[in-house]
């Protein structure tokens, strides 16, 4: 609207709003209060309703990140028939190819950060560690829910920080979250733009 009817300051402000969400350099990401959708007010909009805008808008530093963002959904969502959702045949056909490709990124980093770690025995009761003396399916039980908590199920990736308080204790929270920091800037820095074709975030 502000587009439409030439409120010129209105659209700049909304935009520098878009750039924090819509990082193009990974220190941008690293300090993003908010990021993606979430940017915008409730009811959040869906992300293939944000790449359309982009792509409409002339966003194109936002390009990137919104491709992501839609791309992360899945094909269920990448297909929606919800109005405003149904993109372009040349857009869905990118980000349908993508999917995959993004998602197996993200699991062998999430793999790499559990099993490379050779997480040890916890002492600590309430930590998922604790499996005592050896015992190997207990062992590997903790190491699926730490597996979880890194990929962080809830969101389908590996872009927000682990959300680890409930599933390890606060010594071994430390050398698990400094993993992932350096695993997540690859995936953001060198892998998304390379598998969306995008050039660089």
């Not at 992501?68 to 109005?83: E, M, Q």
């Not at 003396?133 to 890194?150: C, D, Q, S, W, Y």
Request: charged share 20%; hydrophobic share 45%; net charge negative.
């Amino acid at each position: 609207m502000a587009t439409k009817y030439g409120f010129s300051n209105v659209r700049e402000q909304l935009v520098r709003d878009l750039k924090g969400a819509y990082p193009t350099k990974w220190e941008d990401f690293q300090a993003a209060r908010v990021l993606g959708e979430g940017v915008f007010e409730s009811p959040k909009p869906h992300p293939n309703a944000v790449l359309n805008l982009f792509m409409e808008q002339s966003i194109e530093f936002g390009l990137p990140f919104a491709a992501c963002r839609a791309a992360l959904g899945g094909l269920s969502s990448l297909v929606s028939d919800i109005p405003d959702t149904i993109l372009p045949r040349l857009t869905l056909a990118s980000a349908a190819h993508n999917v995959e490709r993004i998602r197996r990124v993200m699991v062998l980093a999430s793999y790499a950060i559990v099993y490379n770690m050779n997480l040890g025995v916890c002492p600590q009761r309430a930590c998922v560690l604790n499996v005592g003396v050896n015992p190997i399916e207990l062992r590997m039980e903790a190491l699926k829910k730490v597996f979880g908590a890194m990929v962080d199920e809830s969101e389908g990736d590996m872009l927000a920080p682990p959300s680890l308080g409930d599933v390890v204790c606060v010594d071994c929270a430390k050398p698990l979250e400094g993993y992932h920091l350096p695993c997540r800037e690859q995936i953001v820095w060198v892998a998304l733009p390379s598998l969306l074709g995008a050039g660089g975030l």
